[in-house]
T-cell receptor
Framework: DAGVIQSPRHEVTEMGQEVTLRCKPI?????LFWYRQTMMRGLELLIY????????DSGMPEDRFSAKMPNASFSTLKIQPSEPRDSAVYFC??????????FGDGTRLSIL | EDQVTQSPEALRLQEGESSSLNCSYT??????LFWYRQDPGKGPEFLFT???AGEEKEKERLKATLTKKESFLHITAPKPEDSATYLC?????????FGEGTQLTVNP
């Protein structure tokens, strides 16, 4: 079975540019989670969706961050404009009701 | 607010030297405690879920236990391929709250 697929794996861009991260959850999973991982703060939940509907976005750091899930097989996390402090590894995870979350291999984002 | 504290931050073992990792937590209404393994450049990989105090689960050289305040991940006779960061997380609602992790290195 294909796991959670994230793209791109690496992204290097300049400050002020728009960044779009993509995630394809595991087929049949109805919840999707976006996390950010840094050395200083570890893994932090940014937002999660249930049945394509955003449920809790309290972890989204600022209005520069937005996330969408237009259908059950695709989600995006967008940063506009990007800043150097947004540099981190961004993970997407999915699960089916009451089962463990399964993670993708992340997008390593570097903002210069 | 849910809190998870893992110790030690880093642990070096010789191959075959058994040890334990600790995960202390405070949460209102625990629905599950999760252990994940993370290798460099990879996402966390699910290992175990524990639901209630007294529960134990095993997988190869790993055994996870749970009390009302903490969980232990026991590693018996570790091998170099067990080297990774081990993450503990608690679930009270839908989302997980993660600890900072324990970076385990097993030397041959």
């Amino acid at each position: 079975d294909a796991g959670v697929i994230q793209s791109p794996r690496h992204e290097v861009t300049e400050m002020g540019q728009e960044v779009t991260l993509r995630c394809k959850p595991i087929s049949g999973h109805n919840s999707l989670f976006w996390y950010r991982q840094t050395m200083m703060r570890g893994l932090e939940l940014l937002i999660y969706f249930n049945n394509n509907v955003p449920i809790d976005d309290s972890g989204m750091p600022e209005d520069r961050f937005s996330a969408k899930m237009p259908n059950a097989s695709f989600s995006t996390l967008k940063i506009q404009p990007s800043e150097p402090r947004d540099s981190a590894v961004y993970f997407c995870a999915s699960r089916v009701q009451d089962q463990p979350q399964h993670f993708g291999d992340g997008t390593r984002l570097s903002i210069l | 607010e849910d809190q998870v504290t893992q110790s030690p931050e880093a642990l070096r073992l010789q191959e075959g030297e058994s040890s334990s990792l600790n995960c202390s937590y405070t949460v209102s209404g625990l629905r599950g405690l999760f252990w994940y393994r993370q290798d460099p450049g990879k996402g966390p990989e699910f290992l175990f879920t524990l639901y209630s105090a007294g529960e134990e689960k095993e997988k190869e050289r790993l055994k996870a236990t749970l009390t009302k305040k903490e969980s232990f991940l026991h590693i018996t006779a570790p091998k170099p391929e067990d080297s990774a960061t081990y993450l503990c997380a608690v679930q009270a609602r839908a989302e997980l709250t993660f600890g900072e992790g324990t970076q385990l290195t097993v030397n041959p």
